[in-house]
């Protein structure tokens, strides 16, 4: 078992079913400081798609300025995308950062000639 020790402000702080736990923006960032990559960021698209609000991630990442991995999470927050659906398109993404590929466009439409959608791929 590993204990990663940080302050917790009221901010930090949420109550679900009568249960004092940390907020989603927390909780994303506490893992973008101490889990692999990937990780941070397969989580970090999920919080933000079920609609994780950018600023309080932010402000909860300004909270941490000069914590261990607050590096980590910096760059973990500004590789989010919220168009991810799964944590396969999210490793994908970081898979095609880390070859130094195009970043994929994520959701892709497809339309006939007449503009009518078609299809709609993850990623393109």
Do not use: K
Request: aromatic content about 4%; overall charge negative.
């Amino acid at each position: 078992m590993q204990v990663h020790g940080a302050t917790l402000t009221p901010a930090d702080v949420v109550v679900v079913d009568g249960v004092a736990a940390t907020s989603v923006a927390r909780t994303v960032l506490d893992l973008a400081r101490t889990v692999p990559f990937e990780q941070a960021v397969a989580a970090g698209d999920r919080a933000l798609a079920s609609g994780l609000d950018r600023l309080a991630l932010d402000g909860c990442l300004d909270r941490m300025i000069g914590w261990p991995g607050s590096r980590q999470a910096q760059r973990v927050a500004d590789f989010l995308d919220p168009l991810s659906e799964s944590a396969g398109e999210s490793v994908s993404r970081v898979r095609c950062w880390e070859e130094g590929l195009p970043a994929p466009q994520l959701q892709y439409v497809i339309r006939d000639a007449h503009g009518r959608q078609v299809a709609r791929c993850d990623v393109a």
